[in-house]
């Protein structure tokens, strides 16, 4: 099984986790953007592949602004 | 907040972009070096622009000038001749297509000039105020120009070239016109009077002002032969005249603006040119001067003397490609943004800086880089507009060292010693016993103490001048209670910290001590090695001598590296903020020898490590320790650490340290090879991870895959989130698939 084919829940809800739209902040910047989340709790989802892709390009981005 | 002048104070003395010594000593201040690269390139047409610009007449420059700039050609100092300066402006007189004078569409002036002789000084001065189309009378006893040039050979030239300069202006010259009496140039706004060798001064001369050329008579200026200067001088204070009197006319004042005012003891500042090869002059082939090509190779023999030591030599300064005084503007810039409405130029460039003070050390002007952008950094820290995850992760190491980590204490049953040993929070943390045997044998040699803590140089690189001055305090009130004891360095960073902040504590270097003692025999795990000096050694004698000594007991030969004391990479942190800068500068550093290193610093050994070089720290010579065993953890350097303090603890009190429990110590985490070197090259340790899961499993917040029980969780800690994905592999035993973190912050639920 590929980390892509998963299907998470929700370890408290036990919900399957769906798009929603999530607040970010990183250093003074605010943006939203839909990431997988708890339908029920709102914790939110962040797979390895984003953090370490979009993510940390994202970061960057900022951090030289 | 900081003012541009706290920024660019530390880049003034900076050369680069100054003139060349040749150039400060031409009567023009013709830029040579750009002169000669155009030239060297054929650009004739450019070449020959900034010829005319800066001579007027640059035919008649080419033929007489005396050429001070060779006397001033550093190539000279290689043992070669210097640049045949003239030879390539004839040939670029020669060879440019087109020398017709450009005609300026300048509006016409009211303003009317009076110029007393037709010599070269007055010409100079007439055809430059002409250009700026003012109204221009010259008054000329004999009856054609030239002056003290008629007499010359070539005079029939010479006037060709007068005769094409004042082409493409406007200029009234009045011969057989002798003027006895200023009172007859009463109508003119300004004069002057250049009237050659012995010509009428009309008894001006002892009022003469050498620097603005005004005499007692308001509006009346002097220069040229008359004054005593050379004919080349005579030309370059005529072009400098007319601007004086250009700005007299616009202002009522006659002042140097500061792109007239030329230092000549510059003349003598010389580059070192220690890469330069020696290149032979070129010898023309036809006694009427240089081929087109010839002129070229002669040019390109120009050494272009420009500093750009800095910029040459250190990574990060060629990574940005930024001048020093460009870096300085932007510190002071990058605190005035006001995001999002303008944005910093530069973040990256700051945090990506060693601070290893080798752009000073090389510095003919001791311009320190690395101070100007550890003030971005401060400055920064203390608005709270820091990219604080760029050294968190050290920032929480030094807040262990100095908290749980930390003991101070005089020698087994003493209260203050002579000395105390100040190992630094990395020695144990790479090997305890680097730091136990180094005590040990302290402690029988010398009446010496321990101080564990961190010295704060994660702190210093971070820009926090708060929690470096509370470090500081909290050392020197350590070093207070045990008697104000000579410090027993083996780390240099904490040794250069404690130089700077706090120089009132003495200090020696282990190395030194180590040194002196004859019984000691280091093993020889070379024949023949490189010393590697951490960047934080620079100048430090002691230590640096202490090393080469034991080295040398060893009977290794040691070679010297060409340039010294280098960072390894480690210097300011810089890890996370430029991971492929970092790499780079290790990679350099690494290929500086192929001999293997002898190090004494556990940074730069790391660093080698990683990079597959063969390095050994003197301490495992010394004590037989190992040094080519695999590089403890992250999580194994903070266990080091405690363990150095609990058998010091033990030795010293006799007491039983219990390091502070957390309830997720007990956690047994499994971590595969591949998985820990991602965790390792992250900065992720597998205490956070442990914390991670055990909050995740006592508060159920976490996700969970049904098909094969794997776990993901997270947890923010201060300002980076960190990611597990776990699975339980027993009781309290977790296999660990996946570590990784994000510092941006997901908004939690109002």
Known sequence: MTEKERKWKCGKCSQVLTLQKVVFDYLGHTFSHEVPACPKCGQVFISKELAEGRIAELEEELEDK | ?750
């Open chain 2, 1 to 750: 907040m900081i003012k541009l002048e706290d920024a660019t104070a530390y880049t003034e003395r900076c050369i680069h972009g100054e003139p060349a010594s040749c150039s400060y000593a031409c009567p023009f201040h013709l830029d040579v070096r750009s002169f000669m690269e155009r030239a060297a390139a054929g650009k004739w047409a450019r070449a020959y622009k900034q010829l005319r610009e800066a001579t007027v007449f640059p035919f008649i420059v080419s033929v007489l000038c005396d050429q001070p700039c060779r006397k001033r050609c550093q190539r000279t100092l290689l043992g070669d001749e210097a640049i045949a300066m003239r030879d390539v402006e004839a040939a670029c007189v020669r060879y440019v297509k087109n020398r017709k004078p450009q005609s300026y569409a300048i509006p016409p002036k009211q303003e009317r000039i009076a110029v007393v002789g037709a010599g070269v000084a007055g010409l100079s001065c007439a055809l430059n105020l002409a250009q700026k189309k003012f109204n221009v009378t010259v008054f000329e006893k004999a009856d054609t120009w030239g002056g003290a040039l008629r007499d010359h050979d070539r005079f029939a030239e010479f006037a060709d070239e007068f005769e094409l300069q004042f082409s493409a202006v406007k200029v009234d010259f009045r011969y057989n016109t002798g003027i006895t009496s200023l009172e007859e140039l009463a109508e003119y706004d300004a004069v002057y009077v250049a009237t050659g060798e012995g010509g009428e001064s009309f008894g001006l001369l002892e009022s003469w002002n050498p620097e603005l050329f005004t005499t007692a008579e308001n509006k009346v200026f002097l220069g040229g032969m008359l004054t005593g200067a050379t004919l080349m001088e005579s030309i370059a204070q005529g072009i400098l005249v007319s601007k004086i009197i250009e700005g007299y006319l616009q202002t009522g004042r006659a002042a140097l603006t500061p792109d007239m005012q030329y230092d000549k003891n510059y003349c003598g500042r010389y580059l070192d040119h220690e890469d330069a090869v020696s290149v032979p002059l070129v010898v023309a082939s036809s006694p009427d001067g240089y081929t087109e090509e010839e002129a070229k190779q002669e040019a390109a023999r120009c050494l272009l003397c420009d500093c750009d030591k800095c910029m040459a030599a250190c990574e990060m300064l060629k990574r940005f490609k930024k001048t020093p005084k460009m870096i300085a503007v932007e510190v002071f810039a990058d605190t005035q943004v006001n995001p999002p409405y303008s944005t910093r130029s530069l973040t990256r460039q700051a945090y990506s800086c060693n601070i290893c003070g080798y752009c000073k050390s090389i510095c003919p002007e001791d311009v320190d880089i690395g101070s100007l952008l550890q003030l971005s950094r401060r400055v920064r820290m203390n608005a709270g507009v820091h990219p604080a995850a760029l050294h968190d992760f050290w920032l929480r190491e030094m807040d262990f060292a100095t908290a749980g980590g930390s003991y101070t204490a005089a020698p087994r049953g003493k209260n203050n010693c002579e000395y105390a040993f100040f190992p630094g929070c990395q020695l144990g943390a790479a090997n305890p016993e680097y730091v136990l045997k180094a005590y040990a044998y302290l402690d029988e040699k010398y009446d010496c103490g321990i101080m564990l803590t961190c010295c704060g140089a994660p702190a210093y690189w971070a820009g926090d001048d708060k929690r470096m001055e509370d470090n500081l305090q909290n050392i020197r009130e350590g070093w207070e209670k045990l008697g104000k004891p000579v410090l027993v360095f083996a780390c240099a960073t904490c040794e250069s910290l404690f130089k700077q902040f706090l120089p009132e504590i003495e200090r020696i270097s282990l190395y030194e001590l180590l040194a002196r003692d004859d019984s000691i025999v280091p093993a020889r795990p070379f024949a023949a090695a490189a010393v590697f000096d951490p960047c934080n050694a620079r100048g430090e004698e002691g230590m640096q001598q202490g090393v080469r000594k034991l080295a040398e007991k060893a009977g290794i030969a040691v070679e010297e590296l060409k340039e010294k004391n280098r960072c390894c990479g480690y210097g300011g942190h810089i890890r996370v903020a430029n991971p492929s800068l970092y790499d780079e500068i290790a990679h350099n550093r690494v290929r500086a020898s192929e001999k293997p290193y002898v190090v004494y610093c556990v940074n730069c050994r790391e660093v080698f490590s990683l990079k597959d070089k063969e390095a050994v720290h003197v301490l495992d010579m010394v004590f037989g320790t190992g040094s080519s065993d695999r590089l403890p953890t992250l999580q194994e350097k903070r266990e080091n650490s405690l363990e150095v303090k609990k058998k010091l603890m033990s030795g010293i009190e006799g007491t039983e340290f219990t390091p502070e429990k957390h309830d997720w110590d007990d956690l047994v985490l499994l971590i595969d090879e591949e998985t820990q070197k991602e965790m390792e090259q992250k900065l992720i340790s597998a205490g956070d991870l442990k914390e991670a899961i055990w909050l995740a499993e006592t508060t159920g917040k976490k996700f969970f895959d049904e098909s094969d029980g794997m776990c993901l969780a997270s947890m923010v800690k201060p300002v980076i989130t960190y990611w597990v994905q776990y699975k339980e592999a027993g009781p309290k035993t977790y296999q660990i698939h996946n570590a990784y973190y994000h510092r941006i912050r997901i908004r939690e639920e109002e």
